[in-house]
């Protein structure tokens, strides 16, 4: 019995927290037992709020004897560098040191050898560390400890081989107990082996395994939604942030007051899904019944009852607040509200809101002096410049309202809402509730083409304003979601098959902006930026590798440089290619031309025919001269020229098979690297090869 247990009981770990510390647990131990030597062990975790667990089965009792090698300079290296070396590692010469030969030279290094040395002992020196290194996204510190947790840590449960771990961290001795439920089994439990952990805390009512949780919360859900004739709102999100709130879940199904059901279903829905974490339901017509359901952690002597009349009063309480703003906004004009963005910051260097509003009006403005009842490839029906112009102009103003303010996660929805009742057309409200999609990589882009000339507006006016005024996203912070904007921008253009000078764009809205503003290099690193995510987004979405959109940037002529479809095209072509028998031969065949003119350049220009010894070489002469590569004003003429190549793959072939180019008469051989030098300069005027890896 070689198992690991490692569970670490705190108080209750935010539920957003817990599948990430989950996996940063496992990566930890794994790397941990990689590093002793042990790899291909099955690790399981377990998350739920009051502990963090690990399960490894079958590890080895002792650890067996591993030498490392570490790499120093080379021994011709300055004096100073190998002092550094010795110095770094405690050494004072480099007598004992080997040398090893390699091309680039020869090397010190230092061989070291770790003998072998009981696991359980390994781990208790590990634990620790692991406890005190933990990265949890926020982090606190209690009592009189240095112990940095997500929450008060207050047991340690650390076996090995049915051992407990000699260790301890901030005062808290490792042991053999976890707890069971916080109100129902609160006493400790002893675990001895791996196998009887979640059994065992599932008997002191506690499921441990977070994707169980998940799967009795839904099935328990239905089978309430069932039994009234309803349907349960699919919401996997809220599935999984309920599972992470109860360690044993209870489904139990309330009231909502019928008084409240003519408030617009998104209020009501999102007040129950983000404010109370309440499942929605439907009935068979797909309305929005009058019911919920909330998770309860215990289970009751009166079923539940005392919690749901709880949970139905604490609904009441916020859907009377969003009854009053849904009663109060409507009383005010949408378009009365626009002097009230003025007193709204966009941001301190960008101005108000009001002032964003005027430029996203500017843009829109510029979108349809490019083009009248500006089209999707997509869509049925071009926007209508009378419907995109009332939108642009009323996008934000339901950020003053009162139910926008207290709800702000309506945003867009309850414009569109506003703006259908002023005006009592829902074109208008739909291009406003659209323009903030998409949300994320999973998000619908907008569903109608007014909708996407303000979205398009709207995002692009809040780049050019962050790369005016040098506040980028760094790493992992992107505080403004400018990276979601540009790909939301990217996604409209890519999925509606809509050409668009990217760089007149981003020109255009930097000129909204006051010139106190002006930033000569903003538009450059702007587009640039438009580029690398485009290649994020080829690569996820349509599996493009970055390398291939580069050796098609790199030849693109300057009418493609900035148009995002098209370029995309354009790699989608030279992937489809490069996949191709033909294409994979020729690219092996530019490779090996490459190799060839590098060790030997081609000094002459001009081919001689008269020096041809061959068939091979006058069949791929003519070959190389019958090319058609057309200049490129379409994305057909592109397709066409890596077709046009693909002929050349037979008398390539040819040529190798029957040719040797490095030929021992000078005439002939430099001839011959001329030959080939003009397949590189074709292939070259269609996509850089030489990037493609």
Known sequence: MTDLILEFYSEEIPSGMQAPAAADLQKKVADFLKSNGIEDV???????????????????????????EKKGPRVDAPEKAIEGFLKANGLTSTDGLSVREDPKGSFYIIEEVIPGRNFSAALDDFVPELLRGFNWPKSMRWGDGTLRW?????????????????CAVDGIEAGSTTFGHRF?????????????????????????????????????????????????????????????????????????????????EEVLVSVMRTHQKYLALRDKSGQLAPRFITIANIETADNGAKII?????????????????????????????????????????????????????????????????????????????EVTNQAAALCKADLVTGMVYEFPELQGIMGGYYAALQLGDDKVGNAIRDHYKPLGPNDAIPATS???????????????????????????????????????????????????????FINAAMQNYPASLENSSAAEKLRL??????????????????????SVLAVSVQAYRDDIYVLSLMAEALKKFLASENGTNLLAAYRRVRGILKKSPA????????????????????ALNSLQMAEIVSVDDYTNNLESLAALREPVDIFFDHVLVQDENEKIRQNRLALINKLIIAMDSAADFSLIE
Request: proline share 4%.
């Open 42 to 68: 099955a690790l399981e975790t377990f998350c739920a709020p009051q502990r963090l667990a690990l399960l490894g089965r079958n590890l080895p009792v002792e650890l067996a004897e591993q030498r490392e």
């Open 150 to 166: 997500v929450r008060p840590l207050r047991a340690l449960l650390c076996m090995f081989n049915g051992k407990v771990l000699s």
């Open 184 to 264: 129902m089994a609160p006493d400790a439990l002893k675990i001895d082996k791996a196998d009887d952990y979640l059994s065992k805390l599932e008997q002191a009512y506690v499921i441990a395994d977070k994707a169980k949780r998940e799967a009795v919360i839904l099935e328990k859900a239905e089978d309430l939604a069932t039994a009234e004739d309803l349907v349960l709102v699919d919401d996997a999100g809220l599935l999984a942030e309920v599972a992470g709130l109860v360690e044993w879940p209870v489904p139990l199904m309330g009231r909502i007051d019928d008084a409240f059901m003519d408030v617009p």
């Open 309 to 385: 009349a709880g949970n139905e009063r604490v609904l009441r309480a916020r859907l009377s607040d969003a009854r009053f703003f849904w009663d109060e906004d409507r009383k005010t004009d949408l378009s009365a509200r626009k002097p009230d963005l003025d007193k709204v910051t966009f941001h301190a260097k960008l101005g108000t809101v009001s002032d964003k509003t005027d430029r996203i009006e500017k843009l829109v403005a510029y979108l349809a002096d490019i083009e009248s009842g500006f089209s999707f490839e997509d869509l049925s029906q071009n926007a209508s410049s």
């Open 450 to 504: 007014e909708g996407r000339l303000v979205a398009m507006a709207d995002k692009m006016d809040t780049l050019a304003g962050f790369w005016l005024i040098d506040e980028l996203p760094t790493g992992s912070k992107d505080p403004y979601a400018l990276r979601r904007a540009s790909l939301g921008i990217i996604r409209m253009l890519i999925e509606g098959g809509r050409r668009l000078n990217l760089d007149g």
């Open 529 to 550: 930026f438009y580029i690398e995510r485009l290649k994020i987004y080829l690569r996820d979405k349509k599996d493009i590798r970055p390398d291939i959109v580069d």
């Open 603 to 622: 000094d002459i220009a001009r081919i001689d025919e008269s020096l041809f010894v061959s068939d091979a070489e006058k069949v791929f002469f003519a």
